[in-house]
């Protein structure tokens, strides 16, 4: 089956948009007609959803947001993973695409949504302030975490999977309409290949890579 080039809740805006665009022109309407073809164009730019391709080592985690790195750091992750962990945080400008794809081949072992303010992406403590939907995969014995978090404008955050579904590394597992922030979580084992302020893409970009594998 063919992917859609735009993520699938762009439809409910391109489509509407496209047809009055071509009803404004057969009306002879013309600059409602322009308009609303320009107004289309941003919609298919805006969901975009370009097919990546993803090609790594079994051992590499990739990057699940296109954006910049805002960190890397060591920390102890309580809830969902229970011990030592490695962070990436990934922020999505409003001109990023907004589909997040799976850091790595698992199933889904838990996905858990909290409802929370919406605080701009870059200040601190958002990850546990902010409306955010956790989603653990497990890769035979590793656990890794995926955080989508809401912003200032990203008001809406859609997951993709369901608990004990299977994914493919790269695959979409949701997206964040307007961007905002993307952390993800791994064994303290890995080892960053990527530093504050580096431009990543999802799917494509190797975050961190196993100890000893580098």
Do not use: W
Request: one cysteine or more; a positive charge.
């Amino acid at each position: 089956m063919t992917k859609l080039p735009v993520a699938k809740e762009g439809l409910i805006f391109i489509l509407p948009s496209a047809f009055l665009s071509f009803l404004f022109y057969f009306l002879g309407v013309y600059p409602l007609g322009a308009f609303m073809a320009l107004l289309t164009l941003f919609f298919l730019f805006f969901f975009r959803n370009p097919a990546r391709s993803t090609l790594s080592d079994e051992e590499e985690i990739l990057s699940p947001a296109d954006g910049r790195v805002m960190g890397v750091e060591d920390l102890y992750e309580s809830e969902f993973l229970g011990g030592e962990v490695k962070r990436i945080s990934i922020f999505m400008s409003v001109s990023d695409v907004h589909v997040n794809r799976a850091p790595c081949d698992g199933s889904i072992e838990r996905v858990q949504r909290r409802d929370g303010r919406f605080k701009l992406a870059f200040k601190k403590g958002i990850d546990e302030e902010n409306e955010r939907n956790y989603i653990v995969v497990r890769r035979n014995s590793e656990k890794f975490l995926l955080v989508q978090i809401a912003g200032f404008l990203a008001r809406r955050i859609v997951c993709y999977v369901r608990e004990t579904d299977k994914v493919a590394k790269g695959a979409p597992v949701g997206m964040i309409a307007f961007g905002s922030r993307v952390d993800v979580y791994m064994p303290r084992s890995y080892v960053a290949v990527v530093k504050t302020g580096q431009k990543v893409k999802s799917g494509v970009t190797v975050l961190a890579k196993k100890e000893g594998e580098q």
